[in-house]
């Protein structure tokens, strides 16, 4: 399903997680088409499991993979040419807000080229 180098940056994650080691940001960019969607999922799903293991069992994996875990906050452009600034603004506030149901908040940009 993944190719070697999608594998490569999910055990990344997947060990970061396990050793605690998370950074505050992470970019993941590339070509249309590379799959960086499924990788950043899955990914998503390691930084949200309660047990760091994407269980895919556990509440936060369940509510992740269901778009509805509080903890994950996600910007999209909603096919508009640009993202809204209301909308990284209210990103911005949810930064101060201390995490629901795990050890982490997760905030995801999808096409953060389109920020106005």
């Known amino acids: 399903m993944f190719s070697s180098s999608q594998k490569k940056l999910i055990s990344y994650f997947e060990n970061a997680v396990a050793a605690e080691s ?20 899955k990914i998503g799903q390691y930084i949200m499991c309660h047990s760091g293991t994407a269980c895919g069992k556990c509440n936060g994996c369940l509510s992740f993979l269901n778009g509805a875990n509080p903890d994950c906050v996600k910007v999209s452009n909603d096919d508009k040419k640009t993202i809204e600034l209301q909308k990284i603004r209210n990103m911005i506030k949810e930064v101060y807000i201390k995490p ?17």
């Open 100 to 116: 629901i149901g795990g050890k982490y908040k997760l905030f995801i940009i999808e096409n953060a080229h389109l920020m106005d």
């Open 22 to 41: 998370l950074r505050q940001t992470y970019i993941i960019k590339g070509e249309s088409g590379l799959g960086k969607k499924e990788v950043c999922k």
